[in-house]
């Protein structure tokens, strides 16, 4: 009912309304557009559309709405008063109708917000000229407040790049790079499409040694104005700096006009010394010539710039051709340079395992072998290698068995085979070398001793121990001056080594014992040979130079007498003992040096002798076989001392020779 009155109400004062809109005066024409577009869309549209212009009666009479239009889905307040009052009052008696009325528009709200004629809701509130719903007493709810708009942030000042390079080229003049990068840096961010600031950068990144940064600009800068002499020129000298000159003369071919050969002289030069060291680390012998080659492509690199990778392989390689020990100690370094930044890297690892392999250091050479295949298992040169190394450990190890078994000759032939696997490690070589050479001085064969300890001296001249066995081959070959010279020649350049001077006074002694009558070449025995074999060989020449077999030949006669002294001597195992070890060579007097002196007469020493020699000589005892020590023994007579000047019990043995003191006895 209250709803019913309100609509009353608002009825009678539109009525009110209308009824004085009819007693106002006529008003102008309209324009003649608005006469044609009416916003209607009924039937009235298309007569006004397409007739003549209406008066204003006609307009009055076509925009005058029609009883038959007003429907029950009519807005009530579209309805004359007195239809309004009666709709409203059927509303008020059907609540359900009410309520459908209610659901539809509703519905239809919802679904076209935009709708004419509807009013905007929030949240089920009727929102009608920005007035949200009333306060509880009827009053209508004020809008809400506007907030305050935030500020918005003041511009940012603009840059000039211009005025920034301008600053730049100033700075770079002064060779204040530094400041001239942070110039030039501005001037790129205010213009980054600008190539010309960023060559200007590039070029005080090279002053101040920040190749790797200024190749970047440079690149960028190729790409922003491709064809730019300047910018090509710049670029080409930093990848010479770099140490890429096959990139830097790509580069320098791009630029028109031609550049002259004075520009592109230094990559040139870079290029043809790295060449020329590949060619020798591929053809040479040695890597002196690499190493040379390599130190001349250095000197193009800039201040700071790190060698290339490769280049340190290459150095690498040339230290392993040449294969001393300072050289190997040089490729480990080189190699560890490279595992300090990547300790992954396959080629620096099978480097450090052949440097190792050639230092002998077999067992962690074959570790970084089995490392680098874990990082490449197809790496080809670590299966090469680790092949390689496990062969060569076979063979050395059953050569060696092969020798402490007494089966020399099938120990040469390992050692042989070994030498094939790997004929450029001077190292491991120059040991199978000396291995083979004792073989084969076990065999008795000189010759091949003495070549081969040639041989691993050439390879390894520090190898003083193949030194020494070539003169002990040279030696046991009948060359004893030749075993001499070799065994002083070590002394002499190394003076610590072990046990050289004695060796040397023995290379000595066999030398005197050279130099006499050789028993054993006169009855064609080896020193070794027993005395049954001593004497049927003494039996067959004596046959053969017997004085009455050949009455007529002088020389059968000394041949003959020869044979007997021989046999005399070597057939004594006394005398051979003393023959063998050279005894029958000492001059007393040197023994003794012609004096006694101290309690008993006790000889002052012994001049050129060897104490140790000495000793044996004197209380070595008995000899008795070929190739027997000395055979000095000493008894003494009536309990005196054996060096007494008095007493007796002194007597001198059948074997004795004439001129030693008395007081000595043989057997």
């Known amino acids: 009912m209250v709803l019913a009155g309100i609509f009353s109400n608002k009825s009678s004062t539109d009525q009110k309304k209308l009824e004085k809109g009819t007693n106002r005066k006529p008003y102008a024409s309209p324009p003649r557009s608005l006469l044609r577009a009416p916003p209607t869309n009924s039937s009235n549209e298309r007569s006004l559309r397409s007739g003549p212009p209406l008066s204003h009666k006609g307009l009055a009479k076509v925009l005058k709405p029609s009883r038959q239009r007003k429907t029950r889905d009519t807005h009530p307040l579209n309805l004359p008063p007195e239809e309004r009052a009666s709709r409203l009052a059927a509303m008020a008696e059907s609540p359900s109708d009410s309520m459908d009325i209610s659901k539809e528009n509703s519905n239809t709200a919802s679904a076209s917000p935009e709708a004419p004629g509807a009013f905007p809701t929030s949240n089920g509130v009727d929102r009608t000229n920005g007035v949200g719903g009333t306060h509880g007493d ?16 003041p511009p940012k000042p603009t840059v000039d790049a211009e005025a920034c390079k301008a600053a730049g080229n100033k700075f770079y003049k002064m060779r204040d790079y530094d400041k001239a990068i942070k110039e030039y840096t501005k001037a790129i961010e205010a213009d980054p499409q600008s190539s010309t600031y960023l060559s200007n950068r590039a070029a005080a990144l090279i002053s101040a040694n920040r190749y790797q940064e200024a190749l970047e600009d440079s690149k960028y800068a190729d790409e922003l104005e491709p064809g730019n002499a300047k910018v090509l020129l710049r670029l080409a000298r930093i ?42 680390l591929k053809e040479g012998t040695t890597g002196s010539m690499a190493i040379h080659a390599l130190d001349m492509a250095d000197r193009g690199l ?27 100690g040089d490729a480990q370094n080189v190699a560890m340079s490279l595992l300090r930044s990547n300790n992954q890297d396959p080629e620096a690892l099978v480097l450090r395992g052949r440097a190792m392999y050639a230092q002998g250091d077999n067992e962690k050479a074959l570790q ?12 080809k040169d670590a299966v090469k290698y680790l092949r390689m190394v496990q062969k060569l450990d076979r063979l050395k190890e059953q050569g060696n068995a092969s020798f402490k078994a007494g089966r020399s000759k099938e120990a040469v032939d390992l050692y042989s085979q070994a030498l094939e696997i790997d004929p450029t490690n001077k190292g491991t070589n120059s040991k199978l070398l000396q291995n083979r050479a004792l073989a084969s001085i076990k065999l008795k064969d000189y010759t091949s001793a003495i070549s081969d300890c040639t041989r691993a001296v050439t390879l390894d001249p520090t190898y003083l121990k193949a ?18 010279r070799e065994y002083k020649a070590i002394g002499d350049t190394n003076p610590s080594e072990p046990n050289i001077q004695k060796d040397v006074r023995a290379a000595e002694l066999e030398l005197k014992k050279s130099k006499r009558k050789d028993y054993y070449k006169i009855l064609g025995v080896e020193k070794d040979a027993g005395d049954n074999e001593i004497k049927k060989a003494y039996r067959k020449l004596a046959i053969v130079h017997h004085p009455d077999k050949n009455p007529e030949n002088e020389d059968a006669a000394e041949k003959f007498k020869e044979i007997g002294e021989a046999y005399e001597c070597l057939s004594d195992s006394q005398k051979r003992a003393r023959y063998d070890s050279g005894e029958d060579l000492i001059d007393p007097s040197e023994m003794f040096g012609g004096a006694a002196g101290g309690a008993g007469g006790f000889p002052m020493g012994a001049q050129g002798i060897d104490p140790e020699m000495l000793f044996n000589m004197m209380n070595g005892g008995g000899g008795g076989g070929g190739g027997g020590g000395p055979s000095f023994t000493f008894s003494t007579g009536g309990g005196g001392h054996p060096f007494a000047s008095a007493g007796g019990g002194r007597q001198r043995g059948a074997g004795g020779g004439p001129g030693f003191p008395s007081g000595f006895s043989f057997g």
């Open 302 to 328: 800039g201040t700071g710039v790190d060698r290339p990778r490769k280049w340190n392989l290459m150095r690498g390689e040339a230290f392993l051709k040449m294969g001393n020990v300072n050289a190997l």
């Open 138 to 153: 009827g009053s209508p709810v004020p809008p809400p407040h506007k907030k305050a708009a935030s500020p918005s942030p």
């Open 239 to 280: 990848y010479t700096n770099l140490g890429r000159p096959s990139e830097a003369l790509e580069v320098y071919s791009r630029v028109q006009p031609a550049v002259a050969a004075k520009d592109k002289a230094p990559a040139v030069q870079m290029l043809k010394h790295i060449q020329q060291a590949a060619a020798a």
């Open 368 to 379: 970084h072998f089995r490392q680098a295949l874990n990082c490449d298992p197809d790496f």
């Open 467 to 484: 030194r020494k066995t070539k003169a002990r081959a040279l030696g046991e070959s009948g060359d004893w001056e030749a075993a001499v």
